[in-house]
């Protein structure tokens, strides 16, 4: 009897954290789909009433917006950061003495809080006082750089800061891929006689496949769940022409009192982010444990 | 600065030996090195530059030029004095309750997670895998389709608008990842080491007292450093679980930033800035190592 | 006096898949058991049970005459040595070694006589200090026995200590071991895969594959009279040369036929009494396959063979040649004159043969 009581040990340690995950987690995750489908306001009621909440979201043109947005936003800040954080992997990656110094520089922002870098580059981008005054004062009276307050452009200054607070992390998961490629295969190639720019493609980027999937994961993650950026940077506007899926379902929960927008929205932002990390993980998680 | 272990293999021959051509690659490769760093530090550069110019400066001046006269006004502003809304005591309360709300979340967290790690990694038992597999889920969930229902608990609760209302909103969506980290640090140490102490007599808590915790310093430190960064940095939680007087340090940067009230003191906004990034930056240049590590750990998993 | 570990009927399953199938084995006071088998066979899990480390489905496990069957390992009175020696990497040699005695709440005094004692036995007082990081894989080996040396437990148990070592280390180990348990009188359950390992040290083999026991004996019972084809095969390197052949009953005695790769085939007389079936397989190790007139007795039957292969290895010369369709090994003295392609007569000793059923596998004789 004491031996199985030994046993139970782990188990109900374990267990206080299991039932927090299951509440505050699934728990609340489903508290979230069922007023999803109320018609909330201000107070959450609980009887069902279908689909009318997201019927109503996808009618709000400021939800198009923000969808637009997010996609925009997606692909870009995605593409840049990748396309970036790799060019700056394989330009380290060529012996380079300073390179613990680089590094240290380039991957600094990410330890920033994203309403500092939403601070610092709304200060940058501000027309009258940052960069567009600047290289008006070296005498080029007509350049125009007013991103952050033209609302066809906003959505591009939020990439700039974006991508400068995350590409030095994709760099720094480059980097460690392209490191940990079997150097063996890099010399044998090497004895074939093989260009060094053609042993990166035809070698080196491809054995780092799953790399480029995490980061594409992280980064796509992190876009989705983008808030604080928009938030520091534009505050969504001008207008609503930086509102992204967070920063409206923030605006509904807590300014405009719909609950029910809010909890559709959040319902919304969860499809997207499980479209794309649930297959990621449950092929993570197969091939691990099989 | 830091030291990037995580790095350290062996430098690999691809470039290719030195010929005149290569020597230009060189010089090209460098300023491309050069440019990029200029791009990262720029941001920096402004914000410290800017905060320490007169507010005249400023507007006289050039978005980067050096300040002309070094003043520490808006670092004192900024400190004790900027409005975040009606109230005009600076950053500093707001600074103590970031301190105050990330210490013990980020210790609770931390051991949570070790306990949790321990657990699922050494002590095997039938649906232990399902049980991380349910937590490593919860990592990736948008906060936002929680964020009504925590509101209203804490409510319940009665930690609405508190600090240790914060504190248990970031313990509870910190515990995958530290379970997570933990649990991939314990599962690559063998499993002999529980059955010879479990032969020697030791019991459940004893063989994490006294075996795995003394092993495990590497990876505490890569979470604390993880979780600190995570919660000194969140911003989505701050804004919505708090209320005036207890708000995090992002949030009252944002209201002082934002605030329309007054002359726009862009110096002061920067100082403000650079004093909420300070201590995850300082955490990055002591650290950065282990920084990075968790960074990579927590995505790409195991 | 009741026997010091007695397993009675044990099953252990994962599910639907069975680990364990009824296993039985006891053993006295001062015996050194081993447990060998091919990886996957179930020696390394019925050891973990043996611990306590296992639940198990069915069945009992006494210890020194208590029934341990679900007891913890901690209350079972055993040590145990494992493979990857499982040292504490944060604790000093020293610390390893008395954790087990701080545990269980041993006076600081006895704790360090204690230890004095085994670090002397196995002359590992200078690394008292040292942490495991810092010593070999040989020095880890001693201070894991340590471990368990200083807990005078009526049963050790030996995970594979050794196959973490290199060759050599693993040769001088062994007798080591060897000599402890004959200093200290102890009773061992030993696990190995190492054929050779289990012959050097057990006073007593069980011998599993699939997690069912094929043989339970000493070590000369396994070698000598192997209750089946798998034993006969798994003990012994080289391994016994196992030939199919044909049995006719002829006078006193047996006459066997082995079919050569040409000409008529070859016809052995053996004295054995028994009937046997027709077809069989005849074990043979190399030892009983000599030049011929190197070895007299009535049982020994002389036939020439083509050879197909010399292979010296030192002490002796290994000649191999195909016999029943099968590559035969003999052993032969390393001044043998055989050459490749020629014949060469070659001596049988049927006085060591064995019999074996071609399709249950079991022994005949």
Redesign the interface.
């Known amino acids: 009897m004491h031996a199985w009581l030994e046993r139970q040990i782990p188990k109900m340690v374990l267990a206080p954290s299991f039932v927090a995950i299951l509440i505050f987690v699934y728990g609340f995750i489903g508290w979230t789909a069922w007023i999803s489908l109320t018609r909330s306001k201000l107070l959450p009621k609980y009887d069902l009433y279908g689909l009318i909440q997201y019927r109503r979201l996808f009618a709000a043109p400021r939800w198009d917006t923000a969808m637009d947005n997010l996609f925009l936003f997606g692909a870009l800040f995605i593409g840049i950061a990748m396309a970036l954080g790799l060019l700056l992997a394989i330009l380290l990656d060529q012996r380079i003495r300073a390179e613990g110094v680089l590094r240290t520089i380039y991957l600094y922002p990410m330890a920033l809080s994203m309403i500092v870098t939403g601070t610092a580059w709304k200060w940058i981008m501000n027309p009258g006082l940052g960069i567009e005054a600047m290289v008006r004062s070296w005498g080029f009276e007509s350049f125009s750089f007013n991103w952050v307050i033209d609302p066809d452009r906003a959505i591009y200054a939020v990439v700039i800061a974006g991508v400068w607070q995350a590409s030095g992390f994709v760099m720094a998961l480059f980097l460690a891929g392209l490191r940990s490629v079997d150097s063996e295969i890099i010399k044998a190639a090497q004895i074939d006689g093989i260009p060094g720019w053609r042993i990166y493609t035809a070698i080196i980027l491809p054995s780092m496949a799953p790399i480029f999937l995490s980061a594409f994961i992280v980064l796509a993650h992190l876009a989705i769940k983008s808030f604080d950026l928009v938030v520091a940077l534009t505050g969504g506007g001008p207008g609503y022409a930086t509102d992204l899926p967070a920063t409206y379902m923030y605006a509904m929960a807590f300014s405009r009192g719909d609950i029910g927008q809010a909890a559709s929205s959040a319902m919304v932002m969860m499809g997207v982010v499980f479209a794309i990390v649930v297959p990621y993980l449950y092929s993570e998680l197969r091939a691990k444990h099989v | 600065m830091s030291d990037f272990s995580a790095f350290s293999a062996a430098p690999r021959a691809v470039a290719a030996p030195a010929r005149p051509g290569q020597i230009a690659l060189r010089w090209l490769l460098f300023s491309l090195l050069g440019l990029f760093a200029l791009f990262y530090l720029l941001p920096l550069f402004v914000m410290l530059t800017t905060s320490l110019k007169s507010l005249e400066e400023i507007r006289s001046g050039s978005l980067v030029s050096l300040p002309r006269e070094v003043t520490f006004e808006a670092w004192r502003t900024a400190w004790s004095g900027a409005c975040t809304g009606i109230q005009c005591e600076g950053l500093r309360p707001y600074f103590w309750n970031s301190v105050l709300l990330a210490v013990p979340a980020v210790l609770i967290s931390t051991f949570l997670g070790a306990a949790n790690g321990y657990i699922i990694a050494q002590w095997h038992f039938r649906g232990a895998n399902l049980i991380f597999s349910a937590m490593l889920f919860g990592c990736f969930i948008p906060f936002q389709v929680v964020l009504l229902p925590m509101a209203r608990m804490l409510g319940w609760m009665g930690l609405a608008g508190t600090i240790p209302g914060l504190i248990f909103a970031h313990v509870i969506y910190g515990i995958g990842f530290t379970t997570l980290f933990f649990r991939n640090f314990y599962v690559t140490i063998p499993s002999d080491l529980v059955k010879a102490a479990k032969v020697d007599g030791a019991g459940f808590f004893r063989i994490f007292w006294s075996i795995f915790l003394p092993l495990s310093l590497p990876i505490i430190v890569v979470t604390v450093i993880w979780q600190f960064t995570q919660i000194w940095n969140d911003f989505l939680f701050g804004v919505s679980f708090s209320q005036a007087g207890t708000q995090p340090v992002t949030v009252a940067l944002n209201n002082i930033v934002n605030s329309t009230t007054g002359v726009k003191e862009y110096n002061v906004d920067m100082a403000a800035a650079i004093i909420a990034g300070l201590p995850t930056l300082l955490v990055y240049v002591v650290a950065g190592k282990y920084f990075i590590r968790g960074l990579t750990a927590g995505s790409v998993k195991g | 006096m009741p026997p010091i570990l007695d397993i009675r009927n044990l099953n252990k399953n994962y599910g639907a898949v069975e680990i364990l199938k009824e296993v039985n084995v006891s053993i006295d006071q001062g015996d050194f058991l081993v447990l060998v088998g091919p990886s996957g066979c179930g020696k390394s899990t019925l050891l973990?049970c043996i611990?306590?480390?296992e639940?198990i489905s069915g069945g009992s496990i006494s210890i020194g005459g208590r029934d341990m069957t679900?007891?913890?390992?901690?209350d079972r009175d055993?040590?145990?040595v494992?493979?990857?020696?499982?040292?504490?990497?944060?604790?000093t040699v020293a610390k390893n070694i008395t954790?087990?005695m701080k545990?269980?709440g041993v006076d600081a005094a006895t704790q360090t006589r204690k230890l004095d004692e085994v670090a002397r036995q196995l002359q590992i007082e200078p690394l008292l200090n040292r942490r495991p990081g810092q010593l070999s894989g040989g020095q880890r080996q001693r201070v894991a026995m340590g471990?368990a040396l200083v807990?005078d437990p009526k049963l050790f148990?030996f995970?594979e200590p050794l196959s973490n070592l290199d060759a050599k280390l693993r040769v001088s180990m062994r007798s080591e071991i060897k000599k402890l348990h004959q200093n200290l009188g102890a009773t061992m359950v030993y696990v190995t895969h190492d054929q050779i390992e289990a012959m050097t040290l057990a006073t007593k083999i069980v011998v599993m594959k699939g997690g069912e026991v094929q043989q339970i004996g000493t070590p000369a019972e396994i070698y000598n009279h192997p209750a089946n084809l798998f034993v006969a095969d798994f003990m012994g390197s080289p391994a016994m040369n196992l030939i199919p052949a044909r049995t006719q009953r002829s006078g006193q005695g047996l006459q066997i036929e082995i079919t050569r790769p040409e000409g008529a085939p070859m016809v052995l007389q053996s004295p054995l009494a028994q009937d046997l079936p027709e077809n069989v397989i005849l074990g043979l190790r190399p030892e009983d396959i000599i030049e011929a007139g190197a070895r007299n007795g009535p049982a020994v039957q002389a036939a020439q063979c083509r050879v197909d292969l010399v292979e010296p290895a030192g002490a002796d010369t290994y000649v191999v040649s195909e016999l029943g369709g099968k590559q035969v090994t003999a052993r032969l003295h390393a001044e043998t004159k055989a050459q490749p392609g020629a014949m060469l007569d070659l001596a049988f000793d049927l006085a060591k043969v064995s019999f074996f059923a071609p399709d249950s596998g079991e022994r005949l004789n």
């Open positions: 973990n611990a306590g480390l639940p679900r007891v913890s390992p901690r055993i040590a145990m494992f493979q990857s020696y499982a040292l504490y990497p944060t604790m954790f087990g545990v269980r471990r807990r148990l995970d």
